[in-house]
């Protein structure tokens, strides 16, 4: 069975800088994809990023991007010139082929001013 | 487009009473998920449908039942709440299909507080 495991249960970062929030899976698939998702305090679950495993390059969008290791089983979040608005739970998930979410216990990051 | 709707946003029971929380979803997604979500545990996956007419039990079904009313609609039902179930729990839904990247898209939640 698939697993995913979040090691950083809570996390800083000064404003403006950066911060990497690791995660790790075990699967034997080879065909999958992985998700970090944020929850502000508003509790809305808000996708970030994603990353299709058959794809060698890493996935960014703005200031969010991942260093995604398949031979390693690591897929770490890094958040650059961060914000106060980036303090939230930050949770790690893997798709694989049942297209079901298997999800870490998250990360708790605040960012201080 | 609202995305996922969940209603209501916030809900008290006394133990043994009854409810059912609605979720409704209006970007054609083939797929729906009922969540729970309780400190330290995570989301827990309660029941899911992959397409309309299908539905089947997740990580903890114990205590729960749904419909899947509609391509659009996924309901939760409790039949006798427990405080045990007192979380908040989320909607999610995903296109499923040939070509999509499997990520959910999620309601904003529901706090639900059994006494």
């Known amino acids: 069975a698939q697993t995913v495991t979040q090691s950083q249960p809570e996390m800083s970062v000064q404003e403006a800088e950066t911060v990497t929030l690791s995660c790790t899976y075990d699967t034997s698939e080879s065909d999958y994809y992985l998700f970090w998702y944020k929850q502000p305090p508003s509790r809305q679950m808000i996708l970030v990023i994603r990353?299709?495993?058959?794809k060698q390059q890493n996935a960014t969008e703005n200031r969010f991007s991942v260093n995604f290791q398949k031979a390693a089983k690591s897929f770490s979040l890094k958040i650059s010139d961060s914000q106060l608005g980036d303090a939230a739970m930050y949770f790690c998930a893997y798709a694989g082929n049942n297209r079901k979410l298997i999800w870490g216990l998250g990360t708790s990051l605040a960012v201080n001013p | 487009n609202a995305g996922v709707t969940q209603t209501p946003k916030f809900q008290v029971l006394k133990t043994g009473q009854s409810m059912t929380l609605q979720c409704a979803q209006d970007m054609n997604h083939n797929s729906m998920y009922w969540y729970r979500q309780d400190p330290g545990m995570g989301l827990r996956l309660i029941y899911y449908?992959?397409?309309?007419?299908?539905?089947d039990k997740g990580e903890v079904p114990n205590g729960y039942n749904v419909s899947r009313l509609n391509k659009r609609e996924f309901s939760l039902r409790l039949e006798s709440a427990a405080p045990s179930q007192t979380s908040v729990y989320f909607c999610?839904?995903?296109?499923?299909?040939?070509?999509?990247?499997?990520?959910?898209?999620f309601g904003p939640g529901t706090r639900l507080t059994v006494t």
């Open positions: 999610a839904s995903s296109a499923h299909s040939a070509g999509s990247s499997y990520e959910q898209y």
């Open positions: 990353q299709e495993a058959y």
């Open positions: 449908s992959a397409s309309e007419g299908t539905t």
